[in-house]
């Protein structure tokens, strides 16, 4: 075999077969679909309806309104919910858990609270966000910000409170003073692991999303998904389950490549 | 008399293990004089470390006070700059920004930051790594960056705890030469950790044996002052080694350094 087979050509068809194998994989799980369903009709329509169906819904409901808007329009609902949830979220989450990595004292005052209010199920707070904020946007960024505030502030915490210890010494004895250590050592130190937390945090957020549109909304994929439900409509709840899943996969893809922007210094494990 | 550049009055040092306290470092004096090169060598765990740290003022001592031009060390800073067996440079600054670190809280204007930046990296040889990241370096060039970020910051004493430890020993033969000749070139006071009985010998002014922990000094031998290896400063490592002189003395600090290691059983 000559060298050349090892070389980027080689790396080059192994990624391809690599995408033929993922695609063929997506199209196969349609196709079995299609086949239990239209082909040998084992699950009668009512319970799983064909795929060709869903698509036709997914295309029709880009034009006609379900309920007071159109897909786009309950697609766009949901992301302002997540968008702003989580933004709030963020702004609180991550400052808290410098300040809390940072300040010991802080840390032994906020710590009890945290740990009795993390264990929560974002959902069991539904109740009390639709009194406190009603049932428009309010009550579902209440819900959402819930579900990313936690691993976010959590993973925060851990990454100030784990710098290696080495870092903080070397700055000191470069003449680095504690506000100095905090914004040149700990800030960058901490990153991945802040970064990190935004991702557990967005993906609890897109099922605190769906379980508060199911509970008390109008609009929005998860009220899709309930009306489908309600009207014994499996078309349209299905159709909701895709968008929400095509929204976690460009949540998160999105997230990881900003973490490869952010942590370009990260290889392997090492500590400088 | 010319005033001791640091001074260890009758230092104990412990260290929290396990929640129990041990002592490290038991009842040490020492004085070091401006220009010096120490080497304090030792059995693993004897507590050179931990001495090094009280030093550098990362540690209090128990008992005991540590001087530096008759001030006491009460904290870490810039006069004393440590270089790190771990290297300790931060990843996400390239070696430029690395060796920079300290110069900007000297308040030195840019344009003279990066005058004194270059110097050193030159000095270190790594000119043309300048916007490499660390985890783009061997174990040898991270290390040379870390000693150019301590040179750079202008510490009046320079602490290196066993910084050639985690290298190769070919790459360690040629970071000792450097060493060597960086000191020459640039006077310093230097306190060097090591477990390497050749490399105290062949660096050291003074060399300062440890007992196993709790750590004492157990012999300072005046290599330099004694004249026990003549004009060794000029010579490369090979031809060093292979000195009479040189293997005479290893015989000897390698017996002491034994003798510890089998009486107190940390085999």
Redesign the interface.
Known sequence: MSMKAFGPQFLERIYREKVVLSLSSVLGFIFCWYLITDVLGLIPALFLPSPEKVFFTIYEKIFIPVGQSTLFGHVGVSLLRILVGTTIALCLAIPLGILMGWYEDLDSVMTPIIEVLRPIPPIAWIPLAILWFGIGLGSKVFIIGIGVFFPTLINTYMGVKFVDPILIKAAQTLGAKDKDVLREVILPASVPLIVAGIRIGIGLGMMCLVAAEMVAASSGLGFLIMLGGDNLKPELSITGMILIGIMGLLADTLILAVEKKVVYWKKESQNG | MQQDKIFADHVSVAYEKDDESLLAVDDVTLSIQEGEFVVIVGPSGCGKTTFMNTL???VKPIRGKVFMDGKQIT????E???V?Q???????KTVFENVE??LK??GIPKDERREIVRKYIRMVKLEGFENS???ELSGGM?QRVAIA??YA?MPQIL?MDEPFGALDAQTRTIMQEDLSEMFMMEKRTVVFITHSVDEAIYLGDRVIIMTARPGKFKKIINVTADCLIPNRRNLGYDDVVNLKAFRDLKRELWGLIKAEIVEKRIL
Do not use: D, E, I
């Open positions: 550098a003022g990362l904290g870490p800073s810039a004393r700059g440590v790190f771990q290297f300790a440079l931060f990843p996400w670190f300290g809280y000297r990241f660390p985890h991270k970020r301590v910051n602490l």
